[in-house]
């Protein structure tokens, strides 16, 4: 069974940078593709990138230039960097990773941005 773990979120200033971590265990990561969505409170919860088993990055529009993934498949890890944070970003980030319609989910960890 896939578990994912979550980690390096918390508190930042506007203008910051933060990078969120996923570990992954119980499976073979590198056959995954890794996405990333956030949930602000009161909102649904949104796609914020995608870094395919093929390392081919994704994301949408709005928030390309500041998000950017990254993976190391030989550790089991994925990163997703968020630059220039502002205000909207607070919300809890999730790490899913997707074979097909084999899906896995972390169970997030909450990004709150405020001066």
């Known amino acids: 069974q896939v578990q994912l773990v979550e980690s390096g979120g918390g508190l930042v200033q506007p203008g910051g940078s933060l990078r969120l971590s996923c570990s992954a265990s119980g499976g073979y990561f590198s056959e995954y593709a890794m996405n990333w969505y956030r949930q602000a409170p009161g909102k649904e919860r949104e796609w914020v990138a995608t870094h395919t088993s093929g390392d081919f990055t994704t994301g949408p529009d709005s928030l390309k230039g500041r998000f950017t993934t990254s993976r190391d498949d030989a550790n089991n890890m994925g990163y997703l960097q968020i630059s220039n944070i502002r205000m909207e970003d607070t919300a809890v980030y999730f790490c899913?990773?997707?074979?097909?319609?084999?899906?896995?989910w972390g169970r997030g960890t909450q990004v709150t941005v405020s001066s």
């Open positions: 899913q990773l997707r074979r097909g319609e084999i899906i896995h």
